[in-house]
Every structure is written in structure tokens, then in C-alpha cells.
């Protein structure tokens, strides 16, 4: 039986877009991989194997749960675990890995470093590290003011070693003069700590905004999350200082036509009523909602202009685009197709509600902008029921569990 809806993820974009951003940056800057939240929800198994595959020099998550899961890609470069890991407990499965430098954990101030003192006891080798400073994210990390001293106490650990040293910017996407002070307080604490700083130790500070901020921004590497997946630009405020071009967008979401009806002028359309029709208009309901991850910030009042809006083949091979009427419901939305030919929405009829055209409005931060959000939001909060289908460069493969958590040979099906 055909899955209602589906989300094909087009693994041959990921190694295209390393290849863009390698081209941007220039081969003397290396690329760390960000794959949190299960790669936004894309499959971090999969898209860390085509990663790998690219030359990516470090990958990035969030939790040690989240670099096991990377590790299963059997990926040949470091892990690093942003969040502060405090208890040996945490690092359950991770101790190999660890011990053999593939996995690396940040610091986030200077009662950290005795905890992860404790860490490398238990597994029995010195721990890469990388020391987070604070320049004005106010987030995680170590204060400013703190960081000379917590770099030097990493340097005089004999348990611990200074993988990487690193910032985050805040504000890159736009605010150049903030970014710019930021870049000067990293410049004043990487002058203050040189002494400490060993020569492989990796110094990072740009995210996928500060990459198109400018080069003073890449360092040694650059931490991208967005970019990989053909997605950013668009977010961006004002014309990018060094521009990532021609970016191919990881995903594509279709779905397919449950119903279709036509109803008379003045007819109110779903709950509330909030959109009513003007004149005799068809409407198609399709087989997605929020609980899919569509935003019920796209649903349309009657006197707004269209938010959300879908891709229908029509017969000669081009794609129109009718908009979503009335309020996105848990697992359907209406869509106005009175516009389109009469033969083209029909029962069963496939429908693209995300595209890979990025001047098309269903293009995922056009959808996001419309919707309030961000592309990081509506990538991860994409939906557990929606079936999954992986385009490599042998063949397509379907992937149904809600999150990529198994091996990569196990996890696909030829189909």
C-alpha cells in the first residue's frame, strides 16, 4: 500500500552542497558537519554517511545520544557534543570512541573541567575538548572573562587536551556591526590565550550565517548545519559577503488528494469558518496537517492573501500552484484549485506541498517566513507518520520509522 505522504530527501545534494560551501571558503577551511535533532529530522545516519562521503573534516550534535547515532554511519571523523556533559553515566556506549578521539566534548566553565577530569577516569585516556567562549551569544560556554583561565586549565590537564576553541555568533544572519564585535573580543581572547593554544587545537566561530558574513568569520572551520541540506541564504539579511551559490535543497514533500468537492459563493471553509468563498470553488483536501509538521500558521482567513501553497503537475509537465484555504487541520488541509484544469485535481492525484525550486512558494523557508518561523523549526519538526524516501546516486530507498536511529544497511528497504 502507497504511503499517503512522503518526504524524498536527495542524499546527491548533500555532497553537492559541500562541494559549494568548499568552493566558498576555500580548501585552507575545513567543515564541521552540524546533524542535531536526528539532522533536522532528515536522518542523521544517512545524511552523516553521504557527509563522510564529502570529506566533511568534524561533525557536530547536541547530545551523546546524538553522536551514537552519527558513529552507527561509521563516519571517520570526530564527534563533537555541544551540551555540557557533567556524569560518566552520560557517556554510556560512548567510552571507545572517546578513548580513541572520535567523539570530543565542549567546556562550559571551569567547575566542567574537574567534571570531565572525572569523565576521562572512567574511560581511561585523555579527552579531546573544545572550550566554548561566550562573546555575546549569552548562552552556553564559558564568560569572557573566564575563558583565558579555562583554556590554560585545559592545557595544564593531564587528563584533558585542546581539540578545538571556539565562539558562536548571535546575530550573523543580521548584524554586521554586532558580529563584527563579537569577532573582535574572539580576536582579543585568541591573542591573550596563544601560549595555551597547541597547534592542533582548531579554532572555530561561523555557523552557516557566519560563513556568508564574511571569511574573518571561518577561521580554521566552520560549523554548517543549514548549508548542507541547500538551505540559508534566504534567511539572510541583505546581500551575503561570501555568497554560497547554487545550492540544491535536500528535500521534497509530497502527498496526495484524499477528496475533492465543489461548493457555492459564500460557502465558509473549515473550523471557524475563517475563509468563505466568493464564488463557486472546487476544493481538494489533502492528506497532511500540524500533526506532519505543517504549520497551522499557514492556514488563510478570507481576507489575507495566500500563506501556504501547493505544487499540481499539470498535463504538459509544468507545475501550478493553488494556496491552502481556511485553517490547517491535524491531518488535512483545503486547498483552492477552482483555477487550476479540471482534470488535474483528482482523487489520488500526488501534490507536492514542499519543493526543491527555490523561487516556487512552497519552497521550505519561503513557507517558514510565511509562517512566522524558521527552516531550522519547520525541518525539524517535520512529522514521525510520514514515510521517508532516500535518493542516492544507485537508487531510491524507503525508510518508514519516525527517526533514522538504526544501522545504515538495516534501515532501508529497495523498494
Not at 585542546?162 to 580576536?187: I, K, P, R, V
Not at 516556487?360 to 531550522?376: F, Q, S, V
Amino acid at each position: 500500500m502507497q504511503p499517503l505522504s512522503r518526504f524524498e530527501i536527495d542524499l546527491t545534494a548533500v555532497r553537492h552542497n559541500v562541494g559549494r560551501i568548499h568552493r566558498a571558503i576555500g580548501d585552507a577551511v575545513g567543515i564541521c558537519a552540524v546533524l542535531k535533532a536526528d539532522a533536522y529530522g532528515l536522518g542523521a545516519v544517512r545524511v552523516a554517511s553521504q557527509l563522510n562521503r564529502a570529506g566533511v573534516d568534524m561533525f557536530a550534535v547536541y547530545t551523546p545520544q546524538q553522536a551514537q547515532v552519527v558513529l552507527r554511519a561509521r563516519v571517520s571523523r570526530p564527534v563533537l557534543v555541544l551540551t555540557p556533559v557533567r556524569e560518566p553515566a552520560a557517556i554510556d556506549g560512548l567510552e571507545g570512541a572517546l578513548a580513541a578521539d572520535m567523539v570530543h566534548l565542549a567546556v562550559h566553565d571551569r567547575s566542567h573541567i574537574t567534571e570531565l577530569e572525572r569523565i576521562a577516569a572512567h574511560v581511561g585516556g585523555r579527552l579531546g575538548v573544545h572550550v566554548e567562549a561566550d562573546t555575546g551569544m549569552a548562552r552556553g560556554g564559558v564568560t569572557w572573562e573566564a575563558s583565558l583561565d579555562v583554556i590554560r586549565a585545559v592545557h595544564d590537564s593531564p587528563h584533558l587536551h585542546l581539540a578545538g576553541l571556539y565562539a558562536h555568533l548571535a546575530s550573523a544572519d543580521c548584524d554586521a556591526t554586532y558580529t563584527c564585535e563579537q569577532a573582535q573580543a574572539f580576536d582579543a581572547l585568541l591573542e591573550r590565550a596563544r601560549p595555551a593554544i597547541p597547534d592542533e587545537c582548531v579554532i572555530h566561530e561561523a555557523s552557516t550565517f557566519g560563513v556568508l558574513r564574511g571569511r574573518r568569520h571561518h577561521r580554521q572551520m566552520v560549523r554548517v548545519g543549514l548549508l548542507w541540506a541547500g538551505y540559508g541564504p534566504e534567511e539572510y539579511v541583505g546581500r551575503p559577503e561570501c555568497p554560497v551559490d547554487d545550492l540544491r535543497p535536500i528535500l521534497r514533500w509530497t502527498s496526495r488528494i484524499v477528496h475533492v468537492k465543489t461548493i457555492q459563493a459564500s460557502t465558509r471553509v473549515g473550523y471557524g469558518g475563517i475563509w468563505r468563498a466568493a464564488r463557486t470553488t472546487r476544493l481538494a483536501l489533502v492528506g497532511v496537517g500540524y500533526a506532519d509538521g505543517y504549520p497551522a500558521a499557514l492556514s488563510c482567513a478570507d481576507d489575507e492573501p495566500a500563506k501556504g501553497e501547493l505544487g499540481f503537475r499539470l498535463p504538459d509537465g509544468t507545475t501550478a500552484y493553488a494556496p491552502v484555504v481556511g485553517r490547517v487541520s491535524m491531518d488535512q488541509i483545503t486547498v483552492d484549485v477552482t483555477d487550476l484544469p479540471m482534470d488535474t485535481p483528482v482523487n489520488g492525484a500526488e501534490v507536492e506541498v514542499v519543493g526543491r525550486d527555490p523561487q516556487a512558494p512552497n519552497h521550505l523557508p519561503t513557507l517558514a517566513r510565511r509562517a512566522g518561523t524558521i527552516t531550522h523549526e519547520l525541518l525539524c519538526r517535520l512529522g514521525p507518520p510520514i514515510h521517508r524516501t532516500y535518493i542516492t546516486e544507485q537508487t531510491a530507498c524507503r525508510f518508514a520509522p519516525a527517526h533514522d536511529t538504526s544501522s545504515p544497511v538495516a534501515a532501508h528497504e529497495q523498494p
